[in-house]
């Protein structure tokens, strides 16, 4: 069964900007972690407060190891959706189809993501809000203190709770 573990919300860092707002995000991105024997990131595009919601069918998934799936999640943002060049030129040089839409990357680094291209993504990834939601059995939980390492980010991890007895293990 595939499974919605995790959450990013990317948009605009408007934080400077706006004086007396609440603190939210104005997402332009949503990105959800789908669990099964594969994790994968779904990333849509578009600003998810237009009148005309973006379409699933136009959405880009990556294919993801098991470990480092919160840094892999911006990576892809990276890009896919904020196109940072220096990343795009990391990946292209791995990536022989060209193709940045949809990736596996277990394919493409057997050995796991180098960490040469999550470095490049936490140096150029600029100007954005990132709202990470992780569930309590997320996979994700292992990387969630990652997201601190991302100072050109506003950057928030929010970890869920879970209430019902009968779903926590004994």
Known sequence: MRE???????GPDQSADWAGTQGGINASHLML????????WL????NLYDSQPPQLNSSTVWTAGPTNLIQT????????????PEVI??????ER??????????????GGVPEEAHQLCRENLRGWHVVVSVGARSTALVDKDSVAAYRYLT????????????????
Do not use: Y
């Open 73 to 84: 999640g911006l990576l892809m943002f990276a890009a896919v959706g904020a196109r940072v």
């Open 4 to 10: 919605t573990t995790a959450e990013i919300w990317i």
């Open 155 to 170: 950057t928030e991890l929010r970890e869920t709770t879970v209430l019902n007895r009968a779903l926590r293990p004994e």
């Open 89 to 94: 030129t990391f990946l292209m040089g791995h």
């Open 43 to 46: 990333l849509l595009p578009g």
């Open 97 to 110: 189809s060209r193709n940045l839409e949809n990736l596996d990357l277990e394919r493409l680094f057997p």
């Open 33 to 40: 972690l789908r669990e099964n024997s594969r994790p994968s």
